[in-house]
Each structure stands twice: as C-alpha cells, then as structure tokens.
C-alpha cells in the first residue's frame, strides 16, 4: 500500500481512475477541481496504489479549524470522498480506507472531514466506507436530506408518475406557451444568473455559491455534461436549471431559479419535466434535486414541491472525526 501526494504528472492517471470507478463523479475529477483559483485552497489530493498499481484517489484540502489542522474532502464540491474501483469489496475497502486514515494522522491532522458520495451514484451500491468510518470513530458533522427522483426508465410515461397538481401545472405552463430549451450562450448564461441572483436574494438573502464567471468556465470545462436547460415565454427567459451529469447514473439539478412576475405560467414545473426526460434518455437511474435541509431543518415546502415529481428524501452524510 502505498498513500502518493498528487502532483500534475498524475493528471491522466486520476482522470481514469474516476472516470473507471464505481462511485467517481464529475466534482472528483482533476477538471472540475482545478475550476477554483489556486489560492482559494491549500490542496492534499492523494492517489493510493495497492500492489504496485494505483486504484484509488480522494481529493482533500487542508484548513485551519478550531480543533487545528483539519482535512476536509472536499471544501469546494457537493460531495468528495474516496472513489473506488467496481472489484472492491469491503475488505479491499477497508485496507484503502483504513491506510489512508493513519497517514492523515501520521501527518498531525487534528480534525478529517468527509462528505462522502451518496451511494446512488454508485454503479455497485453499498455502504462499505460508511461502515468503515464508523468503525473507525466518525460521527456526523450531520445529515442533510436530498431529494431523489428514481427514474422508471425509457418508454414510462413520466406524467403519470407525478401528482395531480404537478400534471395540471405541466399543462397549464404549455398551454400559456412556456417552452423550454437548451441554451449554453453566454448571453443565456448571463440572462439566467440574473434571474438566480435576485431569486436568491429575494427569497434567502443570499448570493450563488458560483460566480457567473465560475459558472460558464464549468461549462466550458464539460461541454457533454453541463447544461442550461431555460424556460421562455416568447423570447425573454424567465426561469432556468442548471444540470450536471455528474455520472452515467446521476445528474444534478442546480440553481433552480425563476422570475417572480412569471411564476404563475408555472415554468419551475415544466423545467422539472424536461429535465427528467432528459435523465430518461441519458439512461440514467436517479435526478438528485438536491438538498431540502440545511443543518437539518427541513424545508417542508420545497421538500413537499419536490415530491410531486415523485422524489423522496434520502441522506446525505457529513462525516467527522476529531484526533485528541
């Protein structure tokens, strides 16, 4: 076994482990990690080899916390972790996981934070990791709740699927001659980050974790895997998604935002269907629509929004672990 610091040679070798894996995504990827300034973090990503070869990696950042020096995986994405090949079982698991969790301690890390990757993202589904940072005495920073629409699969039809309400909103939107497409201009991007950011600052008081800057260059970093799917009345857009293939199995849909003065054409609606017939095409098994908790208070609004398109709440998990 061996625990090998990434360096930029590495590059390539990362990228295939990700892309190969059983539970890799798009925010584990070199790529998608390099979107964020070079000062912004203080980087540890690590490759670990088992015999000779290397077959596994998990991105991390050092910070400083009130317990010290702390490993987080990974302060700039939705979820990080370690990813793993689709041979491993729990022992080969264990043997990874447990290694690298004494060379963070051999290291002098005071704290390690891990937000795993949920196990629908997952091409063989299990929980090995989670039992194993248990084991090894993680508890939980906490556990949010994400909504999770499972996909029935191609030729289902989906209306059927949702709640009344949902199917007459769907068809009111059309009826009023709301259409949604697909639009990766610039001048798209910078008409929908309008609209998210006075959504965001209407309803919440706060601003997009992404840039508009940050947004397009993602984009631009993964044209096959990124879109803005829009909804148009005429010609003036007045709602918007952001969806991310994060794997063959999963996308996510973000940044769900819409103009207030329009909300009665029902777009949020529409723009959920289509996005769920693209996942339908793409083959794929779930649409994670991501969080209705925040340090788990529900939103029972948007939880109960959420599951007229059939989605139900699954956790995702926090882990922590602090060194005495």
């Known amino acids: 076994m061996e625990i090998i610091p990434f360096q930029k040679k590495y590059t390539d070798t990362w990228e295939s482990i990700v892309h190969a894996s059983n539970n890799g995504t798009i925010y584990h990827t070199q790529k998608f990690l390099n979107y964020h300034?070079?000062?912004?973090?203080?980087?540890?990503?690590?490759?670990?080899?088992v015999g000779g070869k290397i077959c596994s990696v998990i991105p991390g950042a050092i910070i400083e916390s009130e317990a010290g020096k702390t490993f987080v995986s990974y302060p700039g994405a939705s979820f990080a972790g370690f990813v793993l090949p689709e041979t491993f079982?729990?022992?080969?698991?264990?043997?990874?996981?447990?290694?690298?969790?004494?060379y963070l301690e051999e290291q002098g890390f005071k704290r390690i934070d891990?937000?795993?990757?949920?196990?629908?993202?997952?091409a063989r589904q299990n929980q090995h990791i989670d039992f194993i940072l248990s084991r090894e005495g993680f508890g939980f920073k906490k556990r949010e709740m994400t909504s999770v629409?499972?996909?029935?699969?191609?030729?289902?039809?989906?209306?059927?699927?949702f709640k009344d309400g949902c199917r007459r909103s769907i068809k009111k939107a059309i009826a009023r001659?709301?259409?949604?497409?697909?639009?990766?201009s610039d001048q798209a991007y910078h008409a929908y980050y309008h609209i998210l950011k006075n959504n965001l600052e209407l309803r919440h008081n706060v601003k997009p974790a992404h840039s508009l800057d940050e947004m397009i260059d993602i984009k631009k970093?993964?044209?096959?895997?990124?879109?803005?799917?829009?909804a148009y009345i005429e010609h003036k857009m007045i709602a918007g998604?952001?969806?991310i293939r994060a794997n063959s199995r999963v996308s996510v849909p973000f940044y769900i935002s819409h103009n207030h003065e329009h909300q009665e054409l029902r777009?949020?609606?529409?723009?959920?269907?289509?996005?769920?017939?693209q996942g339908l095409e793409w083959n794929q098994k779930y649409l994670d629509f991501g969080l209705f908790t925040v340090n788990m208070a529900p939103n029972y609004g948007l939880g109960r929004f959420k599951e007229n398109f059939g989605a139900q709440g699954m956790f995702r998990d926090y882990f922590r672990k602090d060194y005495r």
């Open 89 to 102: 079982g729990l022992e080969d698991t264990d043997q990874v996981v447990s290694a690298f969790l004494r």
């Open 177 to 184: 001659g709301v259409t949604v497409r697909v639009n990766d």
């Open 267 to 277: 777009p949020i609606n529409l723009l959920y269907y289509e996005v769920i017939k």
């Open 241 to 243: 998604i952001w969806l």
């Open 149 to 161: 629409v499972t996909l029935p699969g191609q030729g289902t039809d989906i209306l059927a699927s």
């Open 114 to 122: 891990i937000t795993g990757t949920p196990f629908i993202f997952s």
């Open 221 to 230: 970093r993964f044209p096959d895997d990124v879109f803005l799917f829009a």
């Open 37 to 49: 300034p070079k000062d912004r973090f203080d980087n540890f990503h690590h490759l670990i080899s």
